[in-house]
């Protein structure tokens, strides 16, 4: 991965120099995988009293986001671990939320081609069967036992077609129809 190596307050040895170069350079490190999704970044080192402050900015151009990481520590070797294995998992979170966002996006583009179908044709399944003759009494045990939310008889009593059905309070209703 390209970087640029900003210092305030502190030397860059040529020691100091190869480590950050191992470090952002490491062949199974998340930053060597995705160098070519990745902007020269910006690697900057400072020290503030005894406390080394270390800051990543690299663009991921892929998707045009920004990433920052900033670790402090009193070893300035240990910062610059810590650092950049932020920015691994930074990479690997936003990479991870990218794909979940196209997996929905994909899921709501399928989700709207079906309703563009079922606006076509909202009706998806036809059943055809006899009324049965009973009273709403046995047409509701029927509906209890089927499952269902509702049934649809022929009223023993009146001769008319009629439903029974589940209400939202967990009652039952019947309705009859009048012509």
Known sequence: MEFKVFVKDIQLTPALQNYIEKRMSKP???????????????????????????????????????????????????????????????????????QEHDSK???????????????????????????SMMPAEEALLQAELLGHNFFVFRNADTNEVNVVYKRNNGSFGLIEFVE
């Open 28 to 98: 199974d490190h998340m930053l060597k995988k995705h160098e070519d999704l990745l902007s020269p970044a910006d690697f900057r080192i400072q020290k503030e009293g005894g406390i080394y402050k270390v800051e990543i900015t690299a663009h991921f151009k892929k998707f045009n986001k920004i990433i920052k990481v900033e670790e402090k520590d009193g070893d300035l070797y240990e910062a610059i671990d810590n650092v950049t294995d932020s920015l691994e998992r930074k990479i690997r979170k936003l990479k991870t939320r990218i």
């Open 105 to 131: 996006k994909q899921f709501n583009e399928a989700i709207k081609d079906t309703e563009e179908n079922e606006e076509q044709s909202r009706i998806r399944k036809t059943k055809r069967y006899d009324l």
